[in-house]
């Protein structure tokens, strides 16, 4: 049995906790009727289905999955278009809340992270 490579050891456990976090934490806007102030629905929607893909993506990463590092990659490119919906409907003058603008792009800084490390791991030079 090979070790396994500390990176993506690290990856997949933010990728989890990450995921976990986001669909406790998207869940109960959406369903414990907890005031969210200007929510933008597609954004949260998006965010709380996406948690289950984090959690999919760290686990698959966890285990060496061949498909983990595309899953990645499409969480990253998916959260990237998102952000630019959302920015599209800031800029047009829709209500949001400032901490929907920082934890997309918090989100998006940590899938880039996680699927650079899931194709360095699984592509090495």
Known sequence: MTARPLFRSIA???AVV???ATVISGG???FG???MGAVVPFVLWFNFVAGFAYLLAGIGLWRGAAWAPALSIGIAA???MV???FLWHVWRGGAYESR???AMVLRLGIWVA???VAVKIRWPR
């Open 18 to 20: 990450f995921g976990l």
């Open 114 to 116: 996680i699927s650079t």
């Open 12 to 14: 997949s456990g933010v």
């Open 78 to 80: 998916t959260t990237a």
């Open 83 to 85: 952000l630019a919906f």
């Open 33 to 35: 009727g907890a005031d």
């Open 28 to 30: 109960r806007a959406l």
């Open 100 to 102: 929907t603008m920082a």
